[in-house]
């Protein structure tokens, strides 16, 4: 069994085979469906061939549901999701970055905000879990 995805805003399930399917907006206001891996620490992903991202360009990402904003630590351009992990039924949460070519993704669980793991090159840059507060 895999893991499942879910929206922090609404608990809808993200996941469709092997993508999870956000909603992404650039800055100029261009939107598109991207499909990433459901692997966490793996930055392959599927989008549009009309849809091209700058390295180092900020996006907002969407719940493809809801429509909500999954930004959730502005600060820092992270957004959140839910990680339902398989074996243990344990919901964690999934933080990673919304800057286009960023590696950085954090596994923190969802009752104390406690980081599990980090992932991706980038990360060592990114949060001080010991002050960290989830904005949503």
């Known amino acids: 069994m895999e893991n499942e995805y879910l929206c922090p805003k609404c608990k809808s399930r993200l ?15 261009e939107r598109g469906i991207i499909f990433l891996s459901p692997k966490l ?15 180092g360009e900020k996006v ?3 719940c493809p549901v809801c429509n909500k904003n999954l930004l959730c630590v502005p600060e820092k351009n ?3 999701v839910f990680i339902k ?9 999934v933080l990673f970055s919304v ?6 993704t954090y596994k923190v669980e969802a009752t104390d905000e406690k980081a599990v ?3 991706g090159e980038d990360s ?3 949060i001080n879990f010991e002050n960290l507060t989830l904005m949503c």
């Open 15 to 29: 996941r469709i085979d092997n993508y999870v399917v956000l909603s992404v907006k650039k800055q100029s206001g």
């Open 41 to 55: 620490g793996n930055y392959t992903y599927v989008k549009n061939s009309s849809l091209i991202f700058e390295k």
């Open 60 to 62: 907002d990402v969407f």
């Open 78 to 80: 992270l957004a959140k």
């Open 85 to 93: 992990d398989s074996e243990s039924g344990e919901l964690l949460t």
């Open 99 to 104: 800057v286009f070519g960023e590696k950085a």
């Open 117 to 119: 793991e980090a992932f």
């Open 124 to 126: 060592i840059k990114h």
